[in-house]
């Protein structure tokens, strides 16, 4: 069983940002897809960005060039910065890993974001 822990949340003025981490207790290295997903209020869980583990990147519509995911391997972990936070983007963020050789899922337990003034 792979263990997700994120952090980074916390709470935010309109237009700050954050950096939230995930890492993993499995090697990522060539064997995982990482995602970032989130849950806002009155909404499904919604995939936020996902990278492989080739470094091929996607955002959903809503991220417009404010968040970046990154992952450093050496260190098992996903990163995603995350800027010009808006009120909308307050929610819980979760890490995902799917990995390869087992096709087997994994969520985190999610972070808290809050962007309020």
């Known amino acids: 069983q792979v263990q997700l822990v994120e952090s980074g949340g916390g709470s935010v003025q309109p237009g700050g940002s954050l950096r939230l981490s995930c890492s993993a207790s499995?090697?990522?290295?060539?064997?995982?897809?990482l995602h970032w997903h989130r849950e806002v209020p009155g909404k499904q869980r919604e995939l936020v960005a996902r990278?492989?583990?080739?470094?091929?990147?996607n955002y959903a519509d809503f991220v417009q060039g404010r968040f970046t995911i990154s992952r450093d391997d050496d260190r098992n972990t996903v990163y995603l910065q995350m800027n010009n936070l808006k009120p909308e983007d307050t929610g819980l963020y979760y890490c995902?890993?799917?990995?390869?050789?087992?096709?087997?899922?994994?969520w985190g337990h999610g972070t808290q974001v809050t962007v309020s003034s």
């Open positions: 990278i492989t583990s080739a470094g091929s990147t």
């Open positions: 499995e090697s990522t290295a060539n064997s995982a897809a």
């Open positions: 995902y890993a799917y990995y390869y050789a087992t096709r087997q899922d994994y």
